[in-house]
């Protein structure tokens, strides 16, 4: 359908694309991968039309219609109904031409062609689509002035999804999603009827959603049958038979090169000297594959890690001023847990994890944290606090000032940014660079408890996989917040849900949580917290019966404070004691004494794992109860 034929384009002394060809086939679902700043949106405008490239060409068939979500997000006084019905221009004109209408036979004509676009099905269709990215039948009929930039763009989706062209082209179209829409999206795509090219970084949609890999490396396109695992693994055995094939070009080219430097002196041996020279000339160099490394992320772990429990939350409300967005909270977090959040925005996910982070304080109930915890908070929106002006060192060198200069470089070089790039201003960086560098500035002081709000946002596949296991080396807790289904298969172990105005265990993994979005769950899926609802008979029931429930847990619960307690002073001894065995000299007179001691520590030590057993038992009777 889209052939791409020999395009060359340059932007300022880069070369973006060089003499690049490839060919989409009808109905094909093709994701285009590639590094951040190899040219993906730049061909995206090719195709467009908007760029007009040095040389080459752009072919698809006479009549088939292109569309993209529009770069300005609609921000009118339509409602958002209104919005996406207008997307399909053909049917708008249709309508409209009809109210003026007067000849009988354009009349028929008309009313035809309505009835073959299914005209009549078109306001249910957009409903539809709304509905799947996160709009209620309410939201769908408030104009379009009345909602973030975010929410915005998520109309500009809506309208291209609903007018379904023949080439659908989407830019990183997850971005602006949460993971309930992104989930639906997943489906819409996997159905959708015509030809579809995505540039995403995100693996599960590159894995479910499409069926070809176009991949843009080095200026050149080359397509690949299959989503990204096959990509991955017919990219890696075809680096694997250059690296071969190469091994085996230069062997044969350094025999030919000795045999030239040893004869071609001799006149008896000058002609075949001369006939390797010309076998050398036109011998074509084969270039092998080659990845840029990815800096890893550095997250370093706390130098001590907390007594269990870290935090405990015994009915406990959080909001704004008077207005409740989460109650009835009964949690429990660990210093090893790996949570992902799961629910719609707008259910209260950000107010929890202000609320965790210690940036908000509980309305009511008991809040429960260490004293010592540390905590590490990263939201999109803190990419706005960075100084444009200034660099990854100054920025490290407020957080250590009295440290020399080499140790703050090596500290930059840890998290990211070696040599040049340190000295590079934040305004120059990628939106990824800068997503590193403010996750190297939230994780510096090694906290116990890591909380990332979206953190995979402009990161390429590579810098995800990065990430990926660099949360899964930290050693401390992490609260996960992604519309990336990867990342949290990858490093979750439990699921919260946030709905409903509290937050719950959510008993099964993302293969359920699927299925609950797009089966049963799909009318329910967008409530308003409970703080906005009315008080009904059934609610008031609830509080009551949630009264009784903890009346009956009380003496389960003295016994989780009293193994608390245990385990703290038990924790107490042991520095105590591992204080006195640090001074090796109070024992240069008696030895003895220091045996002894170190026998102690171990009984102690003992004792103390036994107790944060018999805890983690009573904690998950607690919570099943």
């Known amino acids: ?162 007018s379904e062209p023949d080439l659908l082209l989407l830019d990183e179209p997850t971005n602006y999603l949460d993971l309930e829409g992104t989930l639906w999206l997943y489906d819409y795509l996997e159905r959708y009827p015509h030809t579809v090219l995505v540039v995403s970084h995100d693996r599960e949609l590159l894995d479910t959603c499409v069926d070809h890999i176009l991949h843009l490396d080095q200026g050149k396109l080359t397509i690949y049958r299959g989503g990204y695992s096959s990509f991955a693994k017919q990219r890696a055995e075809k680096q694997m038979q250059l690296a071969k094939a190469k091994e085996k070009q230069d062997a044969e080219r350094k025999h030919l090169q000795a045999f030239v430097d040893r004869f071609k002196a001799k006149a008896t041996k000058a002609r075949q000297a001369q006939s390797r020279v010309k076998r050398l000339e036109k011998m074509e160099t084969i270039a092998t594959i080659v990845d840029r490394d990815v800096q890893p992320f550095s997250l370093p772990g706390p130098e001590r890690p907390l007594s269990p429990p870290m935090i405990v939350l015994d009915d406990v409300a959080a909001g704004y001023g008077e207005r409740k967005v989460l109650s009835r909270l009964n949690l429990t977090l660990l210093p090893d847990d790996r949570i992902a959040l799961l629910g719609s925005n707008g259910n209260g996910k950000s107010t929890f994890c202000k609320l965790l982070g210690g940036r908000l304080a509980p309305l009511s109930g008991e809040m429960r944290r260490s004293s010592k915890l540390q905590t590490a908070y990263f939201a999109q929106h803190q990419l706005d606090e960075l100084r444009l002006e200034d660099t990854p060192v100054a920025h490290l060198r407020d957080l250590m000032p009295d440290a020399p200069e080499a140790k703050v470089r090596s500290k930059a070089a840890q998290i990211g940014f070696p ?161 006195v065995l640090g001074n090796g000299s109070a024992f240069a007179r008696d030895p003895n004494k220091a045996r002894e001691l170190s026998k102690q520590r171990a009984v102690l030590a003992k004792t103390l794992e036994a107790a944060e057993e018999e805890w983690l038992e009573l904690s998950a009777e607690l919570e099943s109860a």
């Open 1 to 162: 359908m889209l052939t791409i034929s020999d395009i060359t384009y340059r932007l300022g002394d880069r070369l973006l694309l060089d003499h690049a060809s490839a060919s989409l086939p009808d109905g094909a679902r093709v994701g285009l991968l590639g590094r951040n700043g190899t040219g993906k949106t730049t061909l995206f405008k090719i195709i467009t039309g908007d760029l007009s490239p040095e040389g080459g060409q752009i072919s698809l068939p006479r009549g088939r219609r292109i569309g993209g979500v529009a770069q300005e997000a609609p921000g009118g006084p339509e409602s958002l109904i209104e919005v996406v019905l207008a997307a399909d221009t053909e049917r708008t004109a249709l309508l409209a031409e009809a109210e003026t209408a007067t000849e009988p036979h354009r009349i028929a004509e008309i009313a035809t062609r309505l009835a073959d676009i299914e005209a009549h099905s078109a306001p249910a269709r957009a409903a539809t689509v709304l509905h799947g990215l996160g709009f209620d039948e309410a939201a769908q009929q408030r104009p379009c002035s009345d909602f973030s930039g975010g929410w915005r763009m998520r109309v500009a989706l809506a309208a291209v999804l609903f």
């Open 419 to 579: 040599a040049a790039k340190a000295e590079t201003p934040v305004k120059n960086l990628s939106g990824g660079e800068k997503a590193r560098l403010m996750l190297g500035l939230a994780a510096f002081g090694g906290p116990h408890l890591l909380i990332l709000d979206e953190p995979t946002n402009h990161l390429d596949i590579d810098s995800r996989t990065a990430l990926v296991n660099a949360i899964n080396d930290y050693p401390g807790a992490v609260i996960l917040v992604s519309h990336d289904r990867f990342l949290i298969e990858s490093c979750a172990d439990r699921l919260w849900i946030v709905g409903n105005g509290t937050v719950k265990n959510f008993d099964g993994d993302m293969e359920d949580y699927r299925s609950l979005v797009l089966g049963a769950g799909k009318a329910a899926r967008r409530e308003k917290p409970a703080a906005e609802a009315p008080q009904t008979a059934a609610k008031v029931d609830d509080r009551k019966g949630a009264a009784v429930k903890r009346a009956a847990q009380g003496p389960l619960r003295q016994k989780l404070n009293l193994a608390e307690a245990k385990i703290a002073k038990l924790t107490g001894l042991i520095e105590k004691v591992d204080g």
